[in-house]
């Protein structure tokens, strides 16, 4: 394997009634965006042209007749464009989530991986999608992670990470209603959202993450008074954890936690449902987060703010989560190229 080898990173355009267009375009037009990736966008050619125009840049593309064929080219300097047919103007209004934007994402994603089964895309980092328009427009699953894993053939343990420049986070359960968060938790699904989430940092280029272990109860169950989750299933976690070799501490009060993280205690930190660490990672910096879905064969990443249809249309989305997401994509489809 050429060790100077730029990976393949598959780029699609998000929900075609969001922000995603735009953002992808200014994405593109970075300064150096291409030093370090064999860049391919995958997408509509009028919705890709939408995008720029909103937000005022144009970009010059190579354009590829397949991902097949984004690997060899002889100049690398210009993104590849792989025009694809899956919407039409007439079929979005801007702002709204609708089945056929949801259909067409679903198409883009599931070709980008149908080349990542093939060898021909090292990683995915795909605009905000819309879970709504996705679900409505065919999607069988509770999120898009759900939809990889399976599409994937993923048989083992996989969660979603949630990123905010060196802070990870990862959480046992997901996109459930809270009152069924606690029957979700188990000493497995904690380990093995440890053992992820550690692993996973390493791959993006961390090589001795430290991670912290969050508690379900407020103030941590203090001692039984306010919940045995924490003595009966999470503390037994850590400690088996502990005993297999990975550097983890806890659990620890999720009022407190990110504290730690903050002042560089941690790398990472589990979390038991989905609001326990979104709500204090979006806070610290919701313009600057990335969403990482774990435990699959591609790395596949996504900025952690959605499809912002307040603002679709209008020019201003913060290009920096994408820049983020973009980035992490790079780091990790370069681990797996040349491992």
Same mark, same amino acid.
């Given at each position: ?77 210009? +993104? ?30 599931? #070709? ?5 089964? @093939? ?8 605009? +905000?999608? %819309? ?11 509770? !999120? ?17 990470? %949630?990123?905010? *420049? ?50 379900? %109860? ?26 297999? *070799?990975?550097?983890? !501490? ?73 820049? %983020? ?10 681990? @797996? #190229?040349?491992?």
């Amino acid at each position: 394997m050429n060790m100077q080898q730029n990976p393949v990173i598959a780029l699609s355009l998000g929900d075609a009634a969001g922000i995603g267009p735009e953002l992808i375009a200014r994405l593109l037009s970075q300064p150096g965006i291409t030093d370090g990736a064999n860049i391919v966008l995958v997408g509509d050619t009028w919705l890709w042209q939408d995008g720029q125009a909103i937000a005022g840049h144009r970009v010059a593309t190579q354009a590829v007749a397949s991902l097949a064929d984004v690997r060899s080219r002889a100049d690398q300097r210009l +993104p590849a464009f792989l025009a694809v047919d899956t919407i039409q103007p007439a079929d979005v209004q801007r702002s709204q989530a609708l089945a056929a934007c949801g259909t067409a994402v679903l198409k883009v994603l599931d #070709l980008c991986m149908d080349g990542a089964k @093939r060898g021909e895309v090292d990683a995915l980092c795909f605009a +905000p999608l %819309n879970k709504q328009a996705m679900k409505i427009g065919g999607m069988q699953h509770e !999120d898009e992670l759900h939809h990889f894993a399976e599409y994937l053939g993923v048989t083992g343990y996989f969660c979603e990470f %949630n990123t905010l *420049g060196d802070l990870w986070t990862s959480r046992v359960s997901s996109h459930i209603p809270l009152k069924d968060a606690a029957a979700l938790l188990s000493k497995e699904r904690i380990m093995d959202t440890a053992r992820l989430i550690y692993q996973s940092l390493q791959a993006s280029g961390t090589a001795a993450p430290k991670v912290a272990i969050a508690a379900f %109860n407020p103030h941590g169950g203090d001692g039984g008074v306010c919940g045995h989750e924490e003595i009966d299933i999470i503390a037994p976690a850590v400690e088996a954890l502990r005993a297999s *070799g990975f550097p983890v !501490d806890g659990p620890f009060p999720a009022d407190t936690i990110f504290l730690k993280a903050r002042d560089g205690q941690y790398q990472a930190i589990v979390t038991m449902y989905h609001d326990q660490g979104q709500i204090a990672i979006k806070l610290m910096g919701f313009s600057q987060g990335v969403t990482v879905q774990g435990g699959l064969p591609i790395p596949i990443t996504t900025p952690a703010h959605g499809t912002a249809f307040d603002i679709a249309g209008q020019g201003v989305a913060d290009v920096n989560a994408t820049l %983020n997401a973009f980035r992490i994509a790079c780091r990790m489809g370069a681990a @797996r #190229l040349h491992s």
